[in-house]
């Protein structure tokens, strides 16, 4: 069941617009707000700073991220350990790096999220330890289901029965577990995106939906958006390794909550298939 959460309209400056349906749209310029006048939509307790906010003509769920932290009676809240982030907040660079590398991915043929826009709300945000200003920045777009692997506890088994059922549609290679399934479309998006330089660098049971689709390209690297630290974008080469036990864990998490035991010899034959060979990596 999703926590209805009070919101209130902010004005605020579209940053940038999908172009094929621009103009066409909704906007959701919310922030959260105990006494406001919209409603949001909280999926499950672990959403921090993501709410439903409304639906497509097409019957898809509309998301907008950085509303507002979802726990805590406050907003906004701030821990010294990264000088820039905010409990709650999108900063303006991410909703924009989150915006791009996204179309990008999904240009790729990767079923991911459909990017809308992202909004600066006119309100400001004062960090009184580092006497910093922000706006809060929102993206906004649009999924196909808003739970994510890791709601699981918080669905219930007819929620999660109704959605796999769907990935029969992807069961190409005759699987006989529904883990399998969905196993052959995150190496298959893995392979996709290493092959063309991506790094996803979030890879978790998060940040996929029950309809197998990858969200959260916020910390994401393509050649068209690489990182703007040379050390960083130095490393990216060691990085994409863990995204293959990265995909291995959000696998196993699937088969634990649909009950199916795993056979590890199927599974690394499926990666090696897609010439992810795990051998490589032992010990």
Same mark, same amino acid.
Request: glycine residues 8%.
């Given at each position: 069941m999703m926590l209805r959460v009070f919101a209130k309209n902010v004005n605020c400056l579209v940053l940038e617009e999908k172009s094929p349906t621009k103009g066409n749209r909704d906007l959701y310029p919310y922030l959260r707000s105990e006494h406001g006048d919209k409603t949001m939509y909280q999926v499950s307790p672990i959403h921090g700073r993501s709410y439903v906010?409304?639906?497509?003509?097409?019957?898809?769920?509309?998301?907008?991220?950085?509303?507002?932290?979802?726990?805590?009676?406050?907003?906004?809240?701030?821990? $010294?350990?990264?000088?820039?982030?905010?409990?709650?907040?999108?900063?303006?660079?991410?909703?924009?790096?989150?915006?791009?590398?996204?179309?990008?991915?999904?240009?790729?043929? !990767?079923?991911?999220?459909?990017m809308e826009c992202v909004l600066e709300l006119d309100y400001s945000i004062h960090i009184a330890k580092t006497n910093v200003d922000r706006k809060p920045v929102l993206l906004q777009y649009n999924v196909e289901c808003p739970y994510r692997i890791s709601d699981a506890p918080f669905m219930t088994r007819e929620q999660i029965t109704a959605e796999v059922n769907k990935w029969e549609k992807m069961n190409d290679k005759g699987?006989?577990?529904?883990?399998? !399934?969905?196993?052959?479309?995150?190496?298959?998006?893995?392979?996709?995106?290493?092959?063309?330089?991506?790094?996803?660098?979030? !890879?978790?049971?998060?940040?996929?939906?029950w309809a197998l689709e990858l969200l959260d390209f916020e910390l994401c690297r393509t $050649?068209?958006?690489?990182?703007?630290?040379?050390?960083?974008?130095?490393?990216?080469?060691?990085?994409?390794?863990?995204?293959?036990?990265?995909?291995?864990?959000?696998? !196993?998490?699937?088969?634990?909550?649909?009950?199916?035991?795993?056979?590890?010899?199927?599974?690394?034959?499926?990666?090696?298939?897609?010439?992810?060979?795990?051998r490589k990596f032992k010990l």
């Open positions: 906010v409304g639906r497509t003509g097409e019957g898809r769920y509309v998301v907008s991220k950085g509303n507002g932290l979802g726990y805590t009676q406050y907003n906004f809240v701030y821990t $010294p350990e990264m000088p820039s982030d905010v409990w709650g907040l999108l900063l303006k660079e991410d909703a924009l790096r989150d915006f791009h590398c996204g179309q990008e991915v999904q240009a790729l043929g !990767i079923k991911t999220n459909q699987f006989d577990k529904d883990y399998l !399934i969905a196993a052959n479309v995150l190496i298959r998006n893995l392979r996709i995106m290493h092959d063309h330089e991506v790094l996803h660098n979030a !890879i978790h049971e998060q940040n996929y939906t $050649p068209n958006y690489p990182y703007t630290q040379a050390d960083y974008e130095r490393h990216v080469c060691n990085l994409y390794d863990r995204e293959v036990i990265q995909t291995y864990q959000v696998i !196993i998490y699937i088969a634990g909550c649909l009950n199916e035991p795993v056979d590890f010899k199927q599974l690394d034959n499926l990666f090696l298939e897609y010439g992810f060979d795990l």
